[in-house]
C-alpha cells in the first residue's frame, strides 16, 4: 500500500500558505482573533476591539493576516445597529481538512469533514478487529487515501481516532481492550503518524459518539448528556458541563462490563462471568438468535439463505411481532434499563442517548430502557430527562472523531503554537504533547 499519498501533498494548498513575515508576527493576539471569530464570540473588527482588548490596529492587522492565511473570510454586512454597518467576519473551515476515523469491534467508518467538525462524506466496510491492529489500519489508511483523493487540493490537518476499549489519555494507547485481543498496548496515533503527515488524537469510540451527539444532535448543548452505546460491545459516556467524564486515566463510563449475573452460561469475551455485555451486548443477542433461529421463521428463513442473522434480520422479525425476537430483546432491555436506571440516579443526565448497531432491531430496546428508567430512578433524575435515540444516523461517532481533531488543532494553546506557519503540519508532536480538548 501507498504510503506517501495523502490529501494535496503537491500543490500549495489555501490554507496551507505561509506568511513570508513569520518571525515578525506575534502569534497570541493573531490566534486570538482568529478564536474569537472561530467560536462567534465576536465577528466583526468593532466587537474585536471590545471583545479581545486589542488595539484597533492591531486587530485590523491581525484580521489581515488571518485573511492571508486562509483562516478567516469575508462573510458580508452585518446587521446595521444606527451607524455604519461593519463587515462581518466569518471563520474559513475549508481551509483545509480533518479526517474522523471510527474503529468498531465489527466495522469501520472514515469520514472527511471541514474545519469545523462537519462532516462531508464518509466510507464504511464491515471489517472485524480480530484481524488485529495492523492490517485493520492498513484499511482505514484505505479509506483515508480514497477520501482525500476526491479533494486534492486541500490537505488534512488532523485525524481523530475512535477505538472501542480504554484508552490512556497520556499515552493514547489502548490498555487490555476487553473485546480487542491483540491491541494492548497498540498506538493507533504512533501507527498512523508514520503514515501520514499529520497530528492524530485517539479516544474512546463512546466518547466520541457523545461528542458528535451533544455538538451536532437536536438536544440543547447546555444539557448534560448521557449516552449509551448498544453495538456488539456496550458502553457509555457522560458529558457534564460541557465536558467529559474522564476518571484519573480515562476509563471512565465502561460499563459493559459490570457484573449482573452468576449464571455459569453467561461468560463474557474479557473471560469474566455475568457480565452486562455477555448477558445482554449485541454480540450475545446474535449469538442466541442464531443458536435458536429454528423458533422464529424469520430468523430460520435468514440464517437459511445466508448462514447469519444480523441485527436487521431481528429488527424484520421484530416489525412482524415474532415472539422469539421479543422475548430476546425484552430480557436484554430490561437488564440494560436497570443499569441505565442506576446511571441516571447518578449522574442526573438532561438527555439519555441511545447509540449502536441495536438500534437496527427497531424501537423494542428504547421503549423497554425508557419504561424501566421511568420506574427505577430518582423523581429528580427523571423530571424533565429526555430519552432518545442517537441522531446522526450512526454517524455521531465519527462525527465525534472529527471534532476531536478540530477542537485539539484550534484549542487556543494549540492554534498559538502553529498559526505564524499558517498550518499545523509542521507541529504534530507538539501539539499532541498539549492538553487534550474535551478533558
Ligand atoms: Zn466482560
Same mark, same amino acid.
Given at each position: 500500500? +501507498?504510503?506517501?499519498?495523502?490529501? *494535496?501533498?503537491?500543490?500549495? $494548498?489555501?490554507?496551507?500558505?505561509?506568511?513570508?513575515?513569520?518571525?515578525?508576527?506575534?502569534?497570541? !493576539?493573531?490566534?486570538?482573533?482568529?478564536?474569537?471569530?472561530?467560536?462567534?464570540?465576536?465577528?466583526?473588527?468593532?466587537?474585536? /476591539?471590545?471583545?479581545?482588548?486589542?488595539?484597533?490596529?492591531?486587530?485590523?492587522?491581525?484580521?489581515?493576516?488571518?485573511?492571508?492565511?486562509?483562516?478567516?473570510?469575508?462573510?458580508?454586512?452585518?446587521?446595521?445597529?444606527?451607524?455604519?454597518?461593519?463587515?462581518?467576519?466569518?471563520?474559513?473551515?475549508?481551509?483545509?481538512?480533518?479526517?474522523?476515523?471510527?474503529?468498531?469491534?465489527?466495522?469501520?467508518?472514515?469520514?472527511?469533514?471541514?474545519?469545523? *467538525?462537519?462532516?462531508?462524506?464518509?466510507?464504511?466496510?464491515?471489517?472485524? /478487529?480480530?484481524?488485529? $491492529?495492523?492490517?485493520?489500519?492498513?484499511?482505514?489508511?484505505?479509506?483515508?487515501?480514497? =477520501?482525500?483523493?476526491?479533494?486534492?487540493?486541500?490537505?488534512?490537518?488532523?485525524?481523530?481516532?475512535?477505538? !472501542?476499549? $480504554?484508552?490512556?489519555?497520556?499515552?493514547?494507547?489502548?490498555?487490555?481492550?476487553?473485546?480487542? !485481543? *491483540?491491541?494492548?498496548?497498540?498506538?493507533?496515533?504512533?501507527?498512523?503518524?508514520?503514515? /501520514?503527515?499529520?497530528?492524530?488524537?485517539?479516544?474512546?469510540?463512546?466518547?466520541?459518539?457523545?461528542?458528535?451527539?451533544?455538538?451536532?444532535? !437536536?438536544?440543547?448543548?447546555?444539557?448534560?448528556?448521557?449516552?449509551?452505546?448498544?453495538?456488539?460491545?456496550?458502553?457509555?459516556?457522560?458529558? +457534564?458541563? *460541557?465536558? @467529559? @467524564?474522564?476518571?484519573?486515566?480515562?476509563?471512565?463510563?465502561?460499563?459493559?462490563?459490570?457484573?449482573?449475573?452468576?449464571?455459569?452460561?453467561?461468560?463474557?469475551?474479557?473471560?469474566?462471568?455475568?457480565?452486562?455485555?455477555?448477558?445482554?451486548?449485541?454480540?450475545?443477542?446474535?449469538?442466541?438468535?442464531?443458536?435458536?433461529?429454528? #423458533?422464529?421463521?424469520?430468523?430460520?428463513?435468514?440464517?437459511?439463505?445466508?448462514?447469519?442473522?444480523?441485527?436487521?434480520?431481528?429488527?424484520?422479525?421484530?416489525?412482524?411481532?415474532?415472539?422469539?425476537?421479543?422475548? @430476546?430483546?425484552?430480557?436484554?432491555?430490561? /437488564?440494560?434499563?436497570?443499569?441505565?436506571?442506576? @446511571?441516571?440516579?447518578?449522574?442526573?443526565?438532561?438527555?439519555?442517548?441511545?447509540?449502536?448497531?441495536?438500534?437496527?432491531?427497531?424501537?423494542?430496546?428504547?421503549?423497554?430502557?425508557?419504561?424501566?428508567?421511568?420506574?427505577? +430512578?430518582?423523581?429528580?433524575?427523571?423530571?424533565?430527562?429526555?430519552?432518545?435515540?442517537?441522531?446522526?444516523?450512526?454517524?455521531?461517532?465519527?462525527?465525534?472523531?472529527?471534532?476531536?481533531?478540530? #477542537?485539539?488543532?484550534?484549542? $487556543?494553546?494549540? =492554534?498559538?503554537?502553529?498559526?505564524?506557519?499558517?498550518?499545523?503540519?509542521?507541529?504534530?508532536?507538539?501539539?499532541?504533547?498539549?492538553?487534550?480538548?474535551?478533558?
Amino acid at each position: 500500500m +501507498s504510503t506517501e499519498s495523502f490529501v *494535496g501533498s503537491g500543490d500549495a $494548498p489555501p490554507g496551507g500558505a505561509s506568511l513570508g513575515t513569520a518571525a515578525s508576527l506575534d502569534a497570541a !493576539p493573531l490566534a486570538h482573533v482568529v478564536d474569537l471569530v472561530r467560536s462567534g464570540r465576536a465577528v466583526t473588527r468593532p466587537r474585536l /476591539v471590545v471583545v479581545s482588548g486589542l488595539t484597533r490596529k492591531v486587530v485590523t492587522q491581525r484580521v489581515e493576516d488571518a485573511f492571508r492565511l486562509g483562516l478567516l473570510r469575508d462573510g458580508g454586512l452585518a446587521a446595521s445597529e444606527g451607524g455604519r454597518q461593519a463587515r462581518l467576519l466569518e471563520f474559513n473551515a475549508d481551509a483545509a481538512r480533518v479526517f474522523g476515523v471510527l474503529i468498531e469491534a465489527s466495522e469501520i467508518t472514515v469520514g472527511v469533514a471541514d474545519l469545523r *467538525g462537519r462532516l462531508l462524506s464518509t466510507s464504511h466496510e464491515d471489517w472485524s /478487529v480480530d484481524n488485529g $491492529p495492523d492490517a485493520t489500519m492498513a484499511r482505514v489508511k484505505a479509506h483515508i487515501d480514497a =477520501l482525500a483523493a476526491r479533494e486534492p487540493r486541500l490537505r488534512a490537518w488532523g485525524i481523530g481516532v475512535g477505538v !472501542p476499549g $480504554p484508552v490512556d489519555l497520556t499515552t493514547g494507547r489502548l490498555v487490555s481492550p476487553p473485546i480487542m !485481543p *491483540g491491541w494492548h498496548g497498540f498506538s493507533a496515533r504512533a501507527w498512523l503518524r508514520e503514515h /501520514v503527515d499529520a497530528p492524530v488524537w485517539v479516544d474512546n469510540d463512546v466518547n466520541l459518539m457523545a461528542i458528535g451527539e451533544w455538538t451536532f444532535g !437536536p438536544g440543547p448543548t447546555a444539557d448534560d448528556m448521557l449516552f449509551i452505546k448498544l453495538g456488539t460491545g456496550i458502553g457509555s459516556a457522560v458529558i +457534564s458541563r *460541557g465536558r @467529559l @467524564l474522564r476518571g484519573q486515566r480515562g476509563g471512565a463510563g465502561e460499563i459493559g462490563h459490570v457484573h449482573i449475573t452468576d449464571a455459569p452460561d453467561a461468560v463474557c469475551r474479557c473471560g469474566l462471568v455475568g457480565c452486562l455485555e455477555a448477558v445482554a451486548g449485541g454480540w450475545s443477542l446474535l449469538a442466541e438468535a442464531t443458536r435458536r433461529a429454528a #423458533e422464529s421463521p424469520v430468523l430460520e428463513q435468514a440464517l437459511a439463505e445466508r448462514h447469519q442473522v444480523t441485527l436487521g434480520d431481528i429488527g424484520v422479525a421484530a416489525q412482524v411481532g415474532d415472539a422469539l425476537v421479543r422475548e @430476546l430483546i425484552e430480557a436484554r432491555a430490561n /437488564v440494560i434499563g436497570d443499569v441505565a436506571a442506576n @446511571l441516571v440516579n447518578f449522574a442526573n443526565p438532561g438527555q439519555l442517548v441511545i447509540g449502536g448497531g441495536v438500534l437496527r432491531t427497531g424501537d423494542g430496546f428504547l421503549d423497554i430502557i425508557s419504561a424501566v428508567i421511568q420506574r427505577r +430512578s430518582t423523581r429528580l433524575a427523571t423530571d424533565g430527562l429526555v430519552i432518545r435515540s442517537a441522531s446522526l444516523d450512526q454517524n455521531e461517532g465519527v462525527a465525534g472523531a472529527a471534532l476531536l481533531a478540530t #477542537e485539539n488543532l484550534f484549542a $487556543p494553546a494549540a =492554534l498559538a503554537r502553529w498559526i505564524e506557519d499558517g498550518n499545523p503540519l509542521g507541529h504534530a508532536a507538539a501539539l499532541q504533547q498539549l492538553p487534550a480538548a474535551y478533558v
